[in-house]
């Protein structure tokens, strides 16, 4: 089955970088989206960058011109350039990927089992 491993989260200063990773890996035919949400403790988990299509990526409103989303597709890779991080990204990180994969016949979607990123002097 496919699965979808997080690394790269950590313990950074405010103004620092992280750059997380989601690799994908099973039996995939085709990948729709690759993307990242977060989830803060008594938050909902919000959409911070949607993987770019034909070029084109979508940022939440907070992490725009921080933060950039890029796809190795030879990899079944997703990456999230995190930089001028702020106390309040302090969040778990889930990757998300919508794929088909061999036996099946519609789009499925699969969440990693997140990364914590910490942001705190």
């Known amino acids: 089955q496919v699965q979808l491993v997080e690394s790269g989260g950590g313990l950074v200063q405010p103004g620092g970088s992280l750059r997380l990773s989601c690799a994908a890996s099973?039996?995939?035919?085709?990948?729709?989206?690759m993307d990242w949400y977060r989830q803060a403790p008594g938050n909902q988990r919000e959409l911070v960058a949607r993987?770019?299509?034909?070029?084109?990526?979508n940022y939440a409103d907070s992490v725009k011109g921080r933060f950039t989303i890029s796809r190795d597709s030879a990899k079944n890779t997703v990456y999230l350039q995190m930089n001028s991080l702020k106390p309040e990204d302090t969040a778990i990180y889930y990757c998300?990927?919508?794929?088909?994969?061999?036996?099946?016949?519609?789009?499925?979607?699969?969440w990693g089992q997140g990364t914590q990123v910490t942001v705190s002097s």
């Open positions: 998300y990927a919508s794929l088909l994969t061999y036996d099946s016949r519609g789009y499925t979607p699969y």
């Open positions: 099973g039996s995939i035919s085709s990948i729709n989206s």
């Open positions: 993987g770019p299509s034909r070029g084109v990526a």
